[in-house]
């Protein structure tokens, strides 16, 4: 990859970012619309964008991003207030730079005629002389105008400011020059290089900046212009911005003497001997008797701490966190996963030769290869959160769109789940959120007759449970109507009138394709498709749904999803020379199965586990594997939703760390098998996709379920 294109990615990647801040910086700012924090967030998030920009080269971002931030500066100023119509044109704004940035990487086209117009719309918040057609002279005259107001009623100030970037700012696209021609425009300036620490040429990186800069200022602007400049760059360079005002601008002696220590071109013995009588603080106050010696050392040794601790938290800081691509992330994981397969293969053969130090190696491979595996399980982790913020958004114009009052209320954010389910999970919680706020939650004056709040609450939360992730959404609406659904089922011919349902059962039938009880078809919703999507998908997730609803107080739908899709904790079993693989948080227990136990089943796939009767499912049956069967089978119990189904197989080999492998195309539409595993001896075992079996089963035997519900 060329280094511009790298380049432009990384700021692609930035200013993904820092869109996403800006919606959730902006939803927030709706309901607290005198948040200075959240005005300097927009602000900040608009500010490096354009900055950024117009270093990449993304000239149309930056001059678009210009007109929305100019707005902002007047109303972080105190000169313009927050209001509905701004929110909605600065989230309208939003929407087009980043259909700008697709664009830029040949996605999408970004509609002229709607930007022109958007900006337009801000044009109308500046005052009058601001609005100049043509976004070139509007920034011009924005400019003077901005500088004319400012030089009018604010007085000059001297500035020292102090910057050094990191060294690979060039690598990032970053020019400081830019910077300090900006810096130069607030006022008076004079900047001086320091390159002291421009090492020799063989030592030389012509890549890198090795270039400080110390800048002496004065501007009428204030400090947080000069903190605008360097605000992109801020965290990972030293830098220091000081204001020299009053008597300390007269001491010039002292603040020389200062200056050239700092620096390090003056030791403070010579400072101290060259200007006599004065002394170092610490001296005086003993000298005068107001101060003991070993209180004023113990000061010294207490702030030279502070400034270490100061020192270590910003380089940890600078150094916390990068940014890896993520399919630098997925060629790692999936080389991790060979490197489970080849371990699980080094410990059997180990296990063969019985050879000490052989299985010595072995064992300090798997506990290698577990802590590599739990890493790289661990980088993939992501706080669901961010997905969470994207729907307020979608909960708020949906809610304008239907005439609604509702508020979306999170609870959960930091709950990590593996990124490749985060990213599938996006398009099944917007059709659950959207049926919530459409078909759930009435209109505030349906509400408010039924003694209800005006406004709706949608509520998402996040939390785990063992290994896996419980998500819920759920709404104070009218609920599901149990008959309406049942009479639709019976009309579809999913179910006769005479078959008795659950009222869990009865909410699962929405689930079906096509199924939708909406009496009109809007631009939302209402033509039976959406609930199918979500089964699927959270299906292929290898997780599960379910709906429970009272009618007049709300619905609750639960996601179950796995941690992780990439590796599992399984149990290894084998049935006449096939082996499978369930997922190991599912089983309960494993008991035996003689021909006795058969028996006295009486030709019924039930078994007594101590009292109880447990239906199962023989393994060999299903999938017609034929053979005869052992004198003692095995039965694994495992639990789904809280049913109890067991497994019977031949042989229980026990535990076994699993790298999922995909079926083939030939093999994705096989129902009740969720991927493949390579065994250390290289044989494919079968991943068992346990809650599908057990809903199959059901299904067909409803007998059977009815029995061990009984």
């Known amino acids: 990859m060329a280094k511009t294109d790298m380049h432009n990615e990384m700021f692609r990647a930035e200013a993904y970012e820092l869109l996403a801040e800006l919606e959730t910086s902006l939803l927030e700012l709706e309901e607290n619309p005198e948040d200075q924090d959240l005005i300097g967030r927009v602000f900040r998030a608009m500010h490096t964008i354009k900055g950024s920009g117009a270093m990449f080269g993304f000239e149309d971002i930056s001059s678009f991003t210009h007109e929305v931030e100019t707005v902002y500066d007047l109303v972080r100023n105190g000169k313009l207030s927050v209001s509905r119509e701004l929110i909605d044109l600065t989230l309208k704004a939003r929407d087009i730079i980043r259909e700008m940035l697709d664009a830029s990487a040949g996605d999408s086209q970004v509609d002229r005629e709607v930007s022109n117009a958007l900006i337009e719309s801000f044009r109308k918040f500046l005052p009058r002389g601001k609005g100049d057609a043509g976004t070139a002279v509007h920034c011009e005259a924005s400019s003077e105008v901005k500088k004319k107001e400012e030089d009018e009623g604010a007085e000059e100030a001297f500035y020292r400011v102090s910057f050094k970037p990191p060294q690979d700012i060039l690598l990032r696209g970053v020019d400081p020059v830019n910077m300090l021609r900006e810096l130069a425009e607030l006022g008076k300036c004079e900047i001086i290089a320091e390159t002291s620490g421009i090492p020799y040429l063989d030592e030389y990186n012509a890549d890198y900046c090795y270039t400080g800069w110390d800048i002496a200022l004065i501007t009428s602007k204030g400090i947080d212009a000069i903190k605008d400049i360097f605000i992109f760059i801020e965290e990972d360079s030293e830098l220091d911005i000081e204001r020299i005002e009053g ?229 104070d609406g009218a609920g599901l109507n149990k008959e309406a659904i049942r009479a639709k089922a019976i009309e579809r011919g999913l179910i006769t009138a005479e078959v008795e349902l659950s009222e869990k059962d009865i909410f699962a039938m929405i689930l079906a394709p096509g199924f939708s009880t909406a009496k009109a078809v809007t631009s939302v919703s209402g033509r039976g498709v959406g609930m199918d999507v979500v089964k699927q998908a959270i299906e292929a997730l290898r997780g599960t749904i379910e709906i429970d609803s009272k009618q007049g107080e709300g619905t609750t739908i639960t996601l179950k999803l796995p941690l992780t899709l990439a590796i599992i904790d399984g149990l290894l079993v084998k049935v006449g020379e096939e082996y499978y693989v369930m997922q190991l948080s599912v089983v309960k227990e494993c008991v035996e199965l003689t021909a006795k136990d058969r028996a006295k089943a009486s030709g019924g796939n039930l078994a007594n586990v101590r009292g109880q009767l447990v239906p199962y499912i023989r393994l060999r049956d299903q999938f017609s594997l034929g053979g005869e069967l052992p004198g003692i089978e095995q039965i694994v119990i495992t639990e789904v939703d809280d049913t109890r189904v067991g497994f019977v197989v031949d042989v229980v080999i026990g535990e076994h760390q699993t790298v999922i492998k995909s079926l083939g195309s030939m093999y994705r539409g096989v129902e009740g098998l969720s991927g493949a595993t390579i065994l250390g001896s290289g044989t494919v075992a079968l991943i068992l996709d346990v809650p599908k079996l057990v809903s199959m089963v059901c299904i067909d035997e409803m007998n059977v379920c009815a029995v061990a519900e009984g």
């Open 247 to 475: 008597e300390e601008l007269n001491d010039s002696g002292k603040r020389l003497g200062e200056i050239l220590i700092e620096r390090g071109d003056l030791t403070q013995e010579a400072l101290t001997q060259v200007m006599g009588e004065k002394k170092l603080i610490g001296t005086m106050l003993v000298e005068a008797g107001v101060a003991q010696p070993d209180k004023v050392e113990a000061a010294l040794a207490e702030q030279k701490l502070l400034k270490d601790v100061r020192d270590k938290k910003k380089t940890e800081e600078a150094v916390s966190n990068i940014r890896v691509a993520s399919d630098k992330l997925d060629i790692l994981v999936n080389l991790v996963g060979e490197m489970v397969t080849v371990q699980a293969n080094l410990s059997q053969m180990a296990a063969g030769a019985n050879k000490a130090q052989l299985t010595a190696i072995a064992e300090e491979v798997e506990r290698l290869t577990g802590e590599l595996r739990d890493t790289t399980m661990n980088i993939r982790m992501l706080p669901i959160g961010t997905t969470f913020s994207k729907f307020r958004r979608l909960v708020r114009d949906l809610s304008n769109e239907l005439g609604k009052e509702i508020e979306m209320v999170t609870e959960g954010a930091e709950t990590e789940l593996d990124k490749t389910v985060i990213e599938k999970l996006n398009d099944p919680l917007v059709h659950l959120i959207r049926n919530c706020i459409d078909h759930g939650i009435e209109g505030p004056d349906v509400r408010e007759a039924g003694g209800k709040d005006r406004k709706g609450i949608v509520h998402l939360s996040a939390m785990h449970s063992g290994a896996n992730v419980l998500i819920r959404i759920k709404d």
